[in-house]
């Protein structure tokens, strides 16, 4: 499958919204009762976010898994969210 460019982008800029969901959710989970109204999902209970970022870290893999065609897109932030969500959702 060849995806255009500005798909691509859509794309990635939508696997960077899921990084940023993964890593806020899981800062907001490690406040524990210091977490407050301003904080997303601040009033989740754990398996809640756990399913929550478990939808987004599956998202993030097959994106990242499935097309080859990111060309010099940075990657950095999309797999330390990666590697985050897997070890919250274990």
Do not use: P
């Amino acid at each position: 499958m060849t995806r255009e460019t500005d798909e691509i982008n859509n794309a990635y800029q939508a696997c960077l919204d899921g990084a940023y969901t993964i890593d806020t959710i899981i800062a907001t989970h490690n406040k524990g009762s210091n977490a407050t109204d301003k904080d997303f999902e601040w009033n989740a209970t754990h398996d809640e976010k756990k399913a929550r970022v478990s939808r987004n870290v599956g998202y993030l893999k097959y994106q990242k898994n499935t097309y080859a065609d990111w060309g010099d897109k940075d990657f950095t932030a999309i797999n330390a969210a990666i590697t985050a969500a897997d070890a919250f959702t274990e």
